[in-house]
């Protein structure tokens, strides 16, 4: 148990001016995170949304392939590298692709590296509809 001698130390730990740069570190890192998600919302506003099997797909796009990802995953998406399946279609069956995404807030597009092991990302666009 703490007593109060040990409460009033924790608290005066930090001077004022600590607490105040804190706080104004914190409040910049929410509006950055808040300024990627409306951005985020906006371009996939105007997206054709797929729907196959009761689900909801966004089909990205490149020179070569097309893959579909589910809407829910992309709700959750931000600037930090998350994991992905993609599900690819093919003239014989759905095959699905374990790969990384991210959103790129320099360029306002998603970035998706195929491959697990050797990451390298790739601006793909998204289908609009």
């Known amino acids: 148990m703490s007593t109060d001698h040990e409460k009033k130390n924790r608290s005066s730990i930090y001077s004022a001016m600590e607490k105040a740069r804190i ?31 009761g689900k909801e797909y966004y089909k990205v796009k490149d020179y070569k392939n097309s893959f579909y990802i589910k809407v829910s995953f992309i709700e959750n998406l931000n600037s930090t590298v998350q994991e992905i399946e993609l599900e690819r279609s093919g003239y014989t069956t759905n095959r699905t692709q374990k790969g990384f995404i991210k959103w790129d807030t320099a360029r306002n597009c998603v970035l998706i590296s195929l491959s697990k092991v050797r990451v390298y990302y790739k601006p793909f666009q998204v289908e609009e509809a």
Do not use: G
């Open 23 to 53: 706080m104004a570190h914190l409040h910049d890192e929410r509006k950055r995170t808040q300024k990627n998600i409306e951005a985020i919302k906006r371009y996939f506003a105007n997206k054709k949304i797929f729907v196959y099997k």
